[in-house]
């Protein structure tokens, strides 16, 4: 396995290399257009300082952007317990050292990726569109498929290459829109036959515009090369971790069935997703700049693995469906060791039950957006959303009145910057908060210690859990 990580190293450096090449030399086009042939040497530095700004940024927060932009809320176990579980189990099986933090998105898209810009700060998100429509194996191939990601350090060359296309795409427009406003070209001509090397000046000023336009296409169908093919060995590397490649498959079907567009994604991040996110453009574009393999060859691929599911099958199945034999290294190849495919019997999800996980879903994000949830005698489920200010409302059934659990946020804030001071002092304390549980839908309630609301899943099957703020352990109890 790390034989076969060296070698997806190496291709992603060389790939790498040649867009670093690209950025310097429309870097030094620019600067022999815009300063003659002694500026060549500004436009290299002004490539080279803007792809290390970008880089400085992508290395320090890139992650935490992609997280930010995609309205990604953080998961614990306390809110889903299964997705937490899931990700466990295959982390587990990956053997990493660390378990990646857990995102949901807030769409009804069916999508997922990995980012983080190392193994032990690596984060897996998921939308809520998909976690719908997924029973535990296809969330464990998804989860899996991700994961790969993660093991093959294909998230941070990702994330460093699509800094290379950003900078080439950015220092492109420059030039071109400083040429298209600036009227630079009149002044060109002007300079240089007045100095005797017009031909010169033009012939150079027509190239730096043909490689102003190239350079971002080139790069571009470099950075989608290299993610079609990781998403073929991330296939491969999923059915590994779960040795069920029909659980996989029946995931990538339900996501290719999906028609909605994920709007927070764009053309510099799409490839980081385990299918296009642009659903609409997906039928228009051809493979040669598609961000993704095609979903309906994935799934033929999967679909025929039946002996077996380690790197030589998968090599198999891949050169029956594409004619080729060039995805797995030679080093994955050796590995001749026979992983049989689990047998499991797929639960199916009928129409009333997807209804339900959408229902439960939708009940997850307001929990995540910190809505509270309520159940009168009567038993009425209220959801109440979080800028609710007032202690108390009143069932819309029965007319009763329902005290609303608020948050102190002054008690919360106190609570935890004591917590290693008081809550440590005395560990019998942080047991003797009980809380009865009143049914098995979502409960919110709060914290004896730090007054910060405690949202309890349906999910949860444990005895105890920790306070999110002052992390005091709560027992929880039927009634």
């Given at each position: 396995?790390?034989?076969?990580?060296?070698?997806?190293?190496?291709?992603?450096?060389?790939i790498f290399?040649y867009?670093?090449i690209?950025?310097?030399l429309?870097?030094?086009?620019?600067?022999?257009?815009w300063?003659?042939?002694?500026?060549?040497?500004?436009?290299?530095?002004?490539?080279?300082?803007?792809w290390i700004?970008l880089?400085?940024?992508?290395?320090a927060?890139g992650?935490?952007i992609?997280?930010?932009s995609?309205h990604?809320?953080?998961?614990s176990?306390?809110?889903?317990?299964?997705?937490?579980?899931?990700?466990?189990?295959?982390k587990?099986a990956?053997?990493?050292?660390v378990m990646p933090?857990?995102?949901?998105?807030d769409?009804?898209?069916t999508n997922?990726?990995?980012t983080?810009?190392?193994?032990?700060?690596?984060?897996i998100?998921?939308?809520?569109g998909?976690l719908?429509q997924?029973?535990?194996d296809e969330?464990?191939g998804v989860?899996?498929?991700?994961?790969s990601?993660i093991i093959?350090r294909?998230?941070m060359y990702?994330?460093?290459a699509?800094?290379m296309?950003g900078?080439?795409?950015?220092?492109s427009?420059i030039f071109l829109r400083g040429?298209?406003?600036s009227?630079?070209?009149?002044?060109?001509?002007?300079r240089?036959?007045s100095?005797g090397g017009?031909?010169?000046?033009?012939?150079?000023?027509?190239?730096?515009?043909?490689?102003?336009?190239l350079?971002?296409?080139?790069?571009r169908l470099f950075?989608?090369s290299?993610s079609?093919?990781?998403?073929y060995l991330?296939?491969?590397?999923?059915?590994r971790l779960?040795r069920?490649?029909l659980g996989l498959?029946?995931?990538?079907?339900?996501i290719?069935?999906?028609?909605?567009?994920?709007?927070?994604?764009?053309?510099i991040t799409?490839?980081?997703?385990?299918?296009?996110p642009?659903?609409k453009e997906?039928?228009?574009?051809?493979?040669?700049f598609?961000t993704?393999?095609?979903?309906?060859e994935?799934?033929?691929i999967?679909?025929?693995?039946?002996?077996g599911?380690?790197?030589?099958e998968y090599q198999?199945?891949?050169s029956?469906?594409?004619g080729?034999?060039?995805?797995i290294?030679?080093?994955?190849l050796?590995?001749s060791?026979?992983?049989?495919i689990k047998?499991?019997?797929?639960?199916?999800?009928?129409?009333q039950t997807i209804?339900?996980?959408?229902?439960?879903?939708?009940?997850l994000?307001?929990?995540?957006?910190?809505?509270?949830f309520?159940?009168?005698?009567?038993g009425l489920k209220l959801?109440?959303p979080?800028?609710?200010?007032?202690?108390s409302t009143?069932?819309?059934r029965?007319s009763?009145?329902?005290?609303v659990p608020?948050?102190?946020?002054?008690?919360a804030?106190?609570?935890?910057?004591?917590k290693?001071?008081?809550l440590k002092k005395?560990?019998s304390?942080?047991?003797k908060q009980?809380?009865l549980?009143?049914?098995?839908?979502?409960?919110t309630?709060?914290?004896?210690s730090c007054?910060?609301?405690?949202?309890?899943s349906?999910?949860?099957?444990e005895?105890?859990i920790?306070?999110p703020?002052?992390?005091?352990?709560?027992n929880?109890?039927?009634t």
């Open positions: 396995m790390w034989e076969l990580i060296q070698e997806n190293k190496k291709k992603s450096w060389l290399i867009m670093g690209c950025l310097l429309i870097g030094y086009l620019i600067g022999y257009v300063f003659s042939s002694q500026g060549a040497v500004y436009g290299i530095f002004l490539a080279i300082c803007l700004i880089s400085l940024i992508s290395y927060s992650d935490s992609l997280l930010f995609s990604a809320k953080s998961v176990h306390n809110i889903h317990p299964q997705l937490f579980n899931v990700v466990e189990e295959i587990i990956a053997n990493l050292p933090k857990i995102y949901i998105i769409t009804p898209a997922a990726f990995a983080g810009k190392t193994i032990e700060n690596s984060s998100a998921i939308t809520a998909l719908s997924l029973n535990r969330l464990q989860i899996a498929h991700e994961m990601h093959n294909d998230v990702m994330t460093f699509g800094v296309l900078s080439i795409t950015l220092l427009q040429m298209w406003y009227g630079s070209s009149r002044r060109y001509r002007s240089s036959s100095s017009g031909n010169a000046q033009i012939i150079a000023m027509i190239i730096a515009l043909i490689f102003a336009i350079a971002p296409i080139l790069a950075y989608f290299l079609r093919k990781r998403e991330a296939d491969a590397c999923a059915v779960t069920y490649p498959a029946s995931a990538l079907k339900k290719s069935n999906s028609k909605i567009p994920l709007e927070s994604a764009n053309k799409a490839p980081m997703y385990i299918d296009n642009f659903k997906k039928m228009k574009v051809s493979s040669l598609s993704h393999p095609p979903i309906e994935r799934i033929q999967l679909g025929s693995l039946m002996q599911v380690n790197y030589t198999k199945a891949f029956k469906i594409k080729q034999s060039s995805l290294p030679s080093s994955g050796s590995d060791k026979n992983i049989s047998q499991t019997s797929a639960t199916k999800n009928p129409s209804k339900k996980n959408v229902r439960d879903t939708g009940d994000i307001r929990a995540l957006n910190n809505f509270i309520l159940t009168c005698v009567c959801k109440i979080p800028n609710f200010k007032k202690q009143s069932c819309p029965c009763r009145n329902i005290p608020l948050a102190d946020v002054k008690i804030a106190a609570a935890l910057g004591a290693g001071k008081s005395n560990v304390q942080q047991i009980v809380y549980r009143k049914n098995k839908n979502w409960e309630f709060n914290c004896n007054h910060s609301l405690v949202q309890l349906p999910l949860l099957t005895a105890t920790p306070c703020n002052c992390h005091q352990k709560i929880i109890e039927n």
